[in-house]
């Protein structure tokens, strides 16, 4: 087991591409870190170039206290689980898993061993003489992993290991990762675009996007203090909506003007944070969840409300779903599915004002 | 409007199941013009190798006497192919060939496996640059070359010695053998080499335990070539090879077992048979391979 | 170096073997070392046996007879100057352009008529029909020759059979020429429906059955949909038989040996004649070297179409 750290490490690809641009992250032993962020954000590259499958431009990784830079991958204690499993097709399923271990010359009794090990953890032991071919996507998936599980390396590396499964499949893996990393406890960075995967996996979550990390933390912190405005839109779903306000300071409160028809007052908590920025034009970010029916009996402070005419309205079965126009940005609401709401007529809605966050629209951070 | 569309149905109908019928029939006279084309082609592609069976179970007598249709055999007898077989001359063709065939069988593939592996995957300065120089000498004839090749096997003095043609045959094999495997190995996905690196192969072991595997078929495809080409070539033995003891069957066949004015050609032709039947037997039983080698050259580059 | 494997490589375990702490840059380059290593008997092949005698053949074809002095481009006014070489570089071109436009179109009908036909029959029509390319040309022309011989032919039997002329195979110049023709066609058109009939495969038949709902008939299909499509294999096809019959020897010399009367020369078979049998091998040479501007301009061509796939295919 060991800690990875990556200190100011770059990537630049032959023709100029920065892929990765000076990142730091500290990973823990037996730390399961998911880096998450949109397509082409670079972190399966930072994902290989800890593995050492992609040189290094800049900077230096070490694994376990020694830096790898110039480690080759093979002297660097990992594994990894790729994208389409890359199993060997001509090699059944105990020999898949065996391999690693015969090139490093195990004893053949220690190699069984593991494996039988690694397939009683990972329920395959059935499949042990099957050819890949003869393997469902899940199965396959499993397989993968044992591969990584009889090496005991000192890390493991996913990368988007359940992109090619359907959905239903990808929930019920989901949760098999997790029970093995609770088995093993082996430090696991996993790279994945699902955001519901980083959220139910990680201990910790990278946020990444244009090769930089937008901000790290646990799945919870980084849904309720995102630090970006990257952040605050990636991270929920659906997405927060952003809706340009004016802050406006009225004899010692604050309140957030909208519109002229609707003006939405701080929460006193709130007010000394928010002060300095009296008079700006900001963002005001709202999650969905955040904007509700009204309900009869709740008298929480800080909650505000304000009319709007639905004009989608998606029932999802837990919930409804709103969408209302303000100003040409769309604005999403989450009703209980109890509630009766039709599209094109004027409901009354309650926003949680202890839940909203500012952003500064000229650095996109949150205030 | 409405009225027309009911009233039509009836029309209509009779129409459709015309149209329908003469579907049925275009179709049916489609595919008796296809098997009329495939039974003449089939009756022109095997009226050669048959009537050279034929002509090789006839003796001596009825070939120079024909009495009616030439196409069939009267007195068939084996006599032709036990005269063969026991002729040392004849026996020191097919061995020549054989060993000629499986040494460039094996050089060839060893270069082409190690070559299409590293221009494949591993990459250096300059391998671009090569593999397009591989598919150009795939373009360059053996015609072109023999003869400042007879000179340079001459120099070497393997002229008239089964050696110097091992030494040029790869002329006609490596390139396509090369090209072909460059094809099969840039098939196999990334992660593949990706996940052995990590699991500890180093390059021969990623090469001989997960690449050869896996692009078998290739690798026969490519074998299968390798073969064909070396026992069926003819401008090297017949430039190089004028003893005998050192020929391989074709230039053999062609040039031993023709003497004189008055041919024997039931003999002649049960050699021509003799020595074609190997690649016939490989073709019979890996007819699939076999194709797809012959294809893969083009699709694949 | 070897303090940095070791912190690495944890103790405990069954150690890796030690690759002595092998840096990342000296792994590429003892990657790029190796790989140079793993293509030199090809680079070997390709430089020594074709590179070098092809650069060699230049050199000695500007040689006199006794490779003693230096003629620079005599070989080749004298072959031009000849009666008979211009006739050799004519019967060459004839030869081949005929050759391989009939087995294009006759390789192309059958690989049409072989698809069309249900899939479990393919299998075995291919099979038969692919024997002429599989026998070794040298070994399948001798049977031809057995069947063109002037006292003995079983084709005349079967034309005066059916009531047709006795046919001098490959005793009259016209007729000889024809027969190197046939053989040839005989022997390659199956490569070609071979080729054509992958093609033909890999065009999805929703296409097929898209054009059809656009209205096209049988006919229009082919022009629109399967020419299209297989346009790239057809001309690297065409243009790679180009070569090859250009470059045809093995039939020539077993059936005709040129003759009669030195009418059925082709490039490679007067080479032959020249270089070898009558020893003059600097104009054997020159001659063969007359087949390098077509192979030049053939490989031009595809070279484009090849690169041009790589650059639709990255
Ligand atoms: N070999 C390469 N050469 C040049 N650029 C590359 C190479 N590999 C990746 N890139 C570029 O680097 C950037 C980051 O790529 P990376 O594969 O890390 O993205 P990713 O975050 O894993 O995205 P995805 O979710 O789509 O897998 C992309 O803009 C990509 O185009
Ligand atoms: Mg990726």
Same mark, same amino acid.
């Given at each position: ?21 000076? +990142?730091?992250?500290? +990973? ?114 499993? *397989?993968?992993?044992?591969?990584? +599980?009889?090496?005991?390396? @000192? ?15 990808? *929930? ?5 990762? @997790? ?11 996993? *790279?994945?675009?699902?955001? *519901? ?15 930089? +990390? ?14 970006? @405005? ?61 904007? !509700? ?26 919930? !409804? ?47 | ?99 000629? &065939? ?5 050089? &060839? ?22 593999? &397009? ?21 001459? #120099? ?7 050696? #110097? ?17 460059? #094809? ?33 078929? #290739? ?18 033995? &017949? ?63 | ?69 230096? /003629? ?16 050799? /570089? ?19 009908? $059958? ?58 195979? $490959? ?22 429906? /071979? ?11 929703? $296409? ?24 790239? /294999? ?81």
């Amino acid at each position: 087991m060991a800690q990875v750290s990556i200190r100011k490490v770059v990537k630049e690809y032959e023709g100029g591409v920065q892929a990765v641009k000076g +990142i730091n992250l500290e +990973i823990d032993d037996h730390e399961f870190v998911v880096l998450v962020g949109p397509s082409g954000c670079g972190k399966s590259t930072t994902l290989r170039m800890i593995a050492g499958l992609e040189e290094i431009s800049g900077g230096e990784i070490a694994i376990g206290g020694g830096v790898v830079n110039d480690i080759p991958p093979r002297d660097r204690d990992i594994a990894m689980v790729f994208q389409n499993y890359a199993l060997y097709p001509h090699m059944s399923v105990y020999d898949n898993m065996a391999f690693g271990l015969m090139l490093r010359k195990f004893p053949k009794e220690e190699i069984r061993r593991r494996v039988e090990n690694a397939a009683q953890i990972l329920d395959i032991k059935v499949l042990l003489d099957r050819k890949p071919k003869a393997l469902s996507g899940g199965q396959r998936q499993r *397989v993968a992993m044992g591969r990584a +599980i009889v090496r005991d390396p @000192k890390v493991f590396l996913f990368d988007e290991p359940l992109s090619n499964l359907d959905a239903k499949l990808r *929930v019920q893996m989901r949760t098999e990762i @997790k029970k093995v990393h609770q088995t093993v406890k082996t430090t696991t960075v996993y *790279v994945t675009h699902d955001q *519901v995967e980083a959220m139910t996996l990680a201990d910790r979550v990278v946020v990444m996007n244009h090769g930089v +990390i937008e901000q790290v933390g646990p799945p919870q912190e980084l849904y309720h203090h995102p630090q970006t @405005k990257f952040v605050a839109g990636f991270i929920g779903s659906p997405a927060m909506n952003f809706i340009p306000t004016r802050l406006v300071e009225t004899s010692g409160a604050l309140n957030l003007e909208l519109s002229s028809d609707i003006v939405l007052p701080i929460p006193e908590d709130r007010i000394g944070r928010y002060k300095a920025h009296a008079g700006r034009e900001l963002l005001f970010g709202i999650r969905p969840e955040h904007m !509700t029916e009204v309900r009869p009996n709740d008298h929480r402070p800080g909650l505000a409300s304000f009319h709007a005419t639905p004009e989608v309205v998606e029932p999802m079965g837990a919930e !409804t779903l709103l969408h209302f126009w303000k100003d040409g940005h769309e604005i999403c609401a989450k009703f209980d599915p109890g509630v009766a709401v039709e599209p094109g007529v004027r409901t009354p809605m309650a926003i949680d004002m202890n839940r909203m966050h500012l952003i500064d629209p000229k650095t996109d951070r949150v205030l | 409007m409405m009225s027309a569309s009911a009233a039509s149905p009836s029309a209509v109908l009779p129409g459709v199941a015309r149209k329908v019928g003469s579907l049925r029939k275009e179709r049916r006279w489609a595919l008796i013009t296809a098997y009329v084309s495939l039974v003449v082609a089939a009756i022109v592609m095997l009226a050669p190798p048959f009537y050279m069976l034929i002509t090789s179970l006839k003796t001596s007598a009825e070939i120079s006497n024909p009495v009616g249709t030439p196409w069939i055999v009267r007195n068939p007898t084996l006599e032709n192919y036990w005269a063969l077989i026991s002729d040392p001359m004849f026996r020191g063709f097919f061995f020549n060939s054989i060993k000629i &065939t499986a040494a460039v069988v094996c050089v &060839t593939m060893v270069i082409s496996v190690l070559a299409a592996f590293s221009l494949a995957r591993m990459k250096f300065f300059g391998s671009g640059l090569l593999a &397009t120089g591989v598919f150009l000498t795939y373009l360059v004839p053996d015609t072109l070359l023999f003869i400042p090749l007879y000179q340079i096997v001459g #120099g070497l003095g393997l002229l008239n010695s089964i050696w #110097g043609l091992v030494l040029v045959y790869p002329t006609l094999t490596v390139p396509f053998c090369t090209w072909i495997m460059i #094809g099969y190995f840039a098939s196999i996905p990334k992660e593949l080499d990706e996940a052995a690196l990590i699991d500890g192969a180093n390059w021969m072991q990623m090469l001989t335990k997960i690449f050869i595997p896996v692009a078998l078929p #290739g690798i026969i495809a490519a074998t299968i070539f390798a073969f064909t080409v070396s026992w069926a070539a003819f401008v090297y033995p &017949t430039a190089f090879i004028t003893r005998p003891d050192e020929m391989p069957l074709t230039i053999g066949v062609v040039s031993q077992l023709i003497r004189g004015d008055t041919f024997a050609w039931g003999q002649l032709m049960a050699g021509a048979l003799l020595a074609a039947l190997p690649p016939v037997i490989v073709y019979a039983f890996l007819m699939d391979y076999y194709i797809a080698g012959l294809t893969a050259g083009a699709t694949k580059g | 170096m070897a303090l940095d494997a070791t912190t690495i490589t944890e103790t405990g375990r069954p150690a890796a073997p030690a690759t002595g702490g092998m840096t990342l840059q000296r792994f590429a380059r003892r990657r790029s070392t190796i790989a140079f290593l793993m293509a030199l008997p090809l680079i070997a092949v390709i430089a020594g046996l074709v590179a070098w005698p092809a650069g060699y053949a230049i050199y000695l074809s500007t040689l006199n007879r006794r490779m003693t002095s230096f /003629i620079g481009l005599g070989n080749f006014e004298i072959l031009l100057d000849s009666e008979t070489f211009r006739m050799v /570089i004519w019967q060459s071109c004839i030869f081949a352009i005929t050759a391989v436009v009939l087995k294009a179109l006759l390789g192309f009908w $059958l690989a049409h008529m072989l698809h069309h036909i249900p899939t479990k029959g393919q299998r075995v029509w291919r099979g038969m029909l692919l024997l002429p390319w599989v026998v070794p040309p040298a070994l399948s022309t001798l049977g031809w020759w057995w069947m063109f011989d002037p006292s003995y032919s079983s084709l005349n039997w079967l034309l005066t059979a059916m009531g047709g002329p006795s046919i001098p195979w $490959l005793g009259e110049p016209g007729w000889a020429r024809a027969s190197v023709i046939i053989v040839n066609v005989w022997a390659g058109t199956p490569f070609f429906m /071979i080729m054509y009939l992958a093609a033909l495969k890999s065009v999805p038949d929703q $296409l097929y059955e898209a054009a059809a709902i656009d209205g096209a008939t049988g006919w229009q299909g082919l022009r629109f949909v399967t020419l299209p499509m297989m346009r790239n /294999i057809i001309s690297i096809t065409v243009l790679f038989s180009l070569i090859v019959t250009f470059a045809n020897y093995d039939i020539v010399r077993v059936l005709t040996n040129g003759g009669p009367r030195d009418l059925t020369h082709v490039f490679a078979s007067y080479a032959f004649q020249v270089g070898v049998l009558s020893g003059n091998i600097p104009r054997g040479a020159a001659v063969s070297l007359f087949m390098f501007p077509l192979l030049a301009t053939v490989a031009f061509f595809m070279l484009r179409g090849v690169n041009q796939r790589n650059r639709e295919m990255a």
